[in-house]
């Protein structure tokens, strides 16, 4: 997914496990589920967008590590609680058993919940003046795209919608809280971190953002049809199985197929404005609606 | 608990139901679930300290409000998860159900989980550059006190010990996190607040900080004891029937006693230097070691 000399996903790999190294207080097989949940595995398309929009906007990757690092953490933290048997019950994820089953349910609630702090804990390290404004700015972002407007709102329709029938338009609302929020922040992120707070820019950035996170859930009902268990590193079939509400169920793999190319096309028209700055986040629209896992 | 003229109790209350009139977004039932967990009841002990501790070096209540919120959301959604029947598996909290009783498992769980990103996003509110970086560092020094080396490390110990042998030590490094970090947490956020961020007075205000957090825990443990369920609003001798480690159990109620009154007087002379700007954070000292509930 990386651009010509970028390899974003190892970057945030490296980034990852540095701020995984601990301290030794407390609790060292909670620390151990951090690790376990968060390193070895997944696409990282959240932290490749901060990395991607920042650099296109002028910053270094060096400015974008802790935004970058502190997304992932927070989406891995929503897998850990979404697997929980009181929630999705998913024993499988990223091709491993999920946190809960690796370990229990206590230590996968608290890994959760310390997950989300240290996202935080990464945005506000100490900063010069200047600087902090961003951060800060950067944090209120991520703490909007994860509350009750936005990740965990989704998350609480979701699971008050199983079983029950939803049509499109609160199957996207769905949608644009529990997944997209969060791509669209990584997105905005990337721009805040490189000082690109407001403007028609960011506007352009918004848009995209939210066009991608669309792609992205639609390409994931396909695939939940599509793939197997062993390509999609997950339980294949589980929405049928759980009688929830997805794209395909409403539009049909076809429909839903081309509602996927419509994002993509709108997505792609939201940056032309970037120009070349943009390529690299044409091509991580592209990968996310022709990702086979 | 408030000072002549103070009532700081009756103030984070009105601040707390303002910060929880969210967005109409997402879902109502999961907004409905916070409301219910934070408002109309507790102590305040840890918004009462952000305010007392600011006051006292100098900041106007206002420029308290949004930290003394977080601090209370947090340890909101800490009581919210615990409650869980993976976690210590309590049906009371403040004299009525907890919340995965009065709503079920699924929402109990986001609803901590979205009152730790309300608590930084109330952190992460616009500021001038002087103030975003006060705001940074009390959003820093709150995601290190609930993280792996503070709150959610602690309980993660807690739930390791049930039904084990703790000596003194281990019990004292697992309260030390779980409830003595956020509790000195508070007292370093308030002095952040004022622009204290570092300094002799700062290292006064940590070392109360950490002697009252223990005084609160020692009372806890006693209260368990001495306590009935209607009093204390949660179910009393919780503790010998989980088989829990407690300082009554290692020390004896005598013990554990004199323990709390040494911490008191410990607490006492770290701010005896702040004088008469002090004797708001005395008294709070006095009720941590004299409550009843």
Redesign the interface.
């Known amino acids: 997914m990386g651009a010509a000399g970028h390899d974003w996903p190892a970057r945030i790999e490296s980034v990852l496990d540095r701020a995984l190294r601990?301290?030794e207080?407390?609790?060292a097989?909670?620390?151990e589920a951090?690790r376990y949940s968060v390193l070895g595995g997944g696409k990282r398309l959240r932290p490749t967008l901060v990395y991607a929009t920042g650099t296109a906007l002028g910053a270094a990757p060096e400015a974008l590590d802790d935004p970058a690092a502190a997304v992932e953490l927070i989406h891995v933290?929503s897998l850990v609680?979404d697997d929980?048997p009181?929630?999705d019950d998913d024993d499988l994820r990223r091709g491993r058993p999920s946190c809960h089953r690796a370990f229990?349910?206590?230590?996968a609630?608290?890994a959760?919940?310390?997950l989300?702090?240290?996202a935080?804990?990464l945005?506000?390290?100490?900063?010069d003046?200047?600087e902090?404004?961003r951060?800060?700015?950067m944090?209120?972002l991520?703490?909007?795209g994860?509350?009750?407007?936005?990740m965990?709102?989704?998350?609480?329709?979701d699971?008050?919608s199983v079983g029950r029938q939803l049509d499109l338009t609160a199957l996207q609302t769905m949608h644009r809280?529990k997944t997209g929020a969060l791509i669209e922040t990584s997105v905005l992120m990337g721009a805040a971190a490189a000082g690109v707070l407001e403007g028609p820019t960011r506007d352009a950035l918004r848009e995209y953002g939210a066009a991608i996170g669309l792609a992205f859930q639609i390409q994931d009902d396909i695939l939940d049809v599509t793939g197997t268990t062993a390509s999609i590193g997950k339980v294949a079939g589980a929405d049928a199985a759980h009688a929830k509400p997805t794209y395909t169920s409403l539009m049909g793999l076809d429909g839903a197929r081309a509602a996927a190319t419509a994002q993509l096309a709108r997505a792609r028209t939201a940056i032309a404005p970037l120009g070349a700055a943009g390529a690299e986040l044409a091509r991580i629209a592209d990968f996310v609606v022709g990702r086979a896992s």
């Open positions: 601990l301290p207080s407390g609790s097989r909670l620390r951090m933290y609680h929980l009181a929630m229990d349910e206590a230590t609630i608290l959760g919940d310390a989300q702090a240290l935080f804990e945005l506000a390290a100490p900063a003046p200047a902090a404004t951060r800060l700015t944090a209120r991520l703490a909007q994860i509350g009750t407007a936005g965990a709102g989704g998350q609480a329709i699971l008050e809280l």
